[in-house]
Nanobody
Framework: VQLQASGGGLVQAGGSLRLSCVTS????????VGWFRQAAGKDREFVAA????????YYQDSVKGRFTISRDNAKDTAFLQMNNLEREDTAVYYC?????????????????????WGQGTQVTVSS
């Protein structure tokens, strides 16, 4: 199983980036996909997650209205569209996948419950 995150970069505040997470070795429609981030000197935190069908997204409060998580199961890929970026969004972003269950969302913040992780992609927002 592999998750490959990409799309990070350097952007000015107010700009946009689109992160991609390409998966392999998974029946992706059976997995929820999430994005987490870790800023320098801080713990890794939940950003967004979406159910296997893509119909039920969840977001951290600070990114609601600015970030959109989506997925294309036919392409085994998930996305994080990030608009109106702020300096506080600067971090390494990780994608993760966990087997979908009826109660998966109740544990979405618990990183130990996520089964697979990709390598990170750096997002740097300058003022």
């Amino acid at each position: 199983v592999q998750l490959q995150a990409s799309g990070g970069g350097l952007v000015q505040a107010g700009g946009s980036l689109r992160l991609s997470c390409v998966t392999s070795g998974l029946a992706i429609s059976k997995y929820a996909v999430g994005w987490f981030r870790q800023a320098a000197g801080k713990d890794r935190e939940f950003v967004a997650a979406v159910s296997g069908s893509g119909r039920t997204p969840y977001y951290q409060d600070s990114v609601k209205g600015r970030f959109t998580i989506s997925r294309d199961n036919a392409k085994d890929t998930a996305f994080l569209q990030m608009n109106n970026l702020e300096r506080e969004d600067t971090a390494v972003y990780y994608c993760a996948a966990r087997l979908w269950t009826t109660e998966w969302a109740a544990y979405k913040y618990d990183q130990k419950t996520w089964d697979y992780w990709g390598q990170g992609t750096q997002v740097t927002v300058s003022s």
